[in-house]
């Protein structure tokens, strides 16, 4: 069983980590979008890279984010983010330690 405890506590940490680096991707990308980045930097074409599929498939189901000028997906991505750390994250972790990690 603490193998299965292991394999859950691993898995839980590497979502975290990943999670918590999209989070940051998203602040930087919404950072950036402020200042008009040249679009053939590839630090920029990057970040869009990571975030449009993402935040296109939010547009499309909620349209009502983008309010005067304003694009408030960048918000919706980082709240979503956010629950799932608290959320499946920490299901994750609280499982593993009850079967046993050691």
């Known amino acids: ?4 405890a ?8 590497i ?3 990943v999670l918590e680096i999209y989070f940051w991707i998203v602040i930087v990308s919404a950072v950036l979008s402020f200042v008009r980045p040249d679009p053939y930097n590839p630090i920029v074409r990057t970040l869009r890279m990571l975030t449009e599929p993402v935040y296109y498939r939010i ?5 009502f984010l983008m309010q005067g ?3 408030f997906t960048p918000l919706v991505v980082l709240l979503a983010v956010k629950f799932l750390q608290m959320v499946l994250v ?4 609280t499982t593993a330690l009850k079967l046993g990690f050691s």
């Open 1 to 4: 069983m603490f193998v299965l």
């Open 59 to 63: 547009r499309r189901r909620l349209p």
């Open 90 to 93: 920490k299901s994750l972790f």
């Open 69 to 71: 000028g304003l694009d």
């Open 15 to 17: 979502l975290n980590t």
């Open 6 to 13: 292991n394999i859950l506590y691993g898995l839980a940490w």
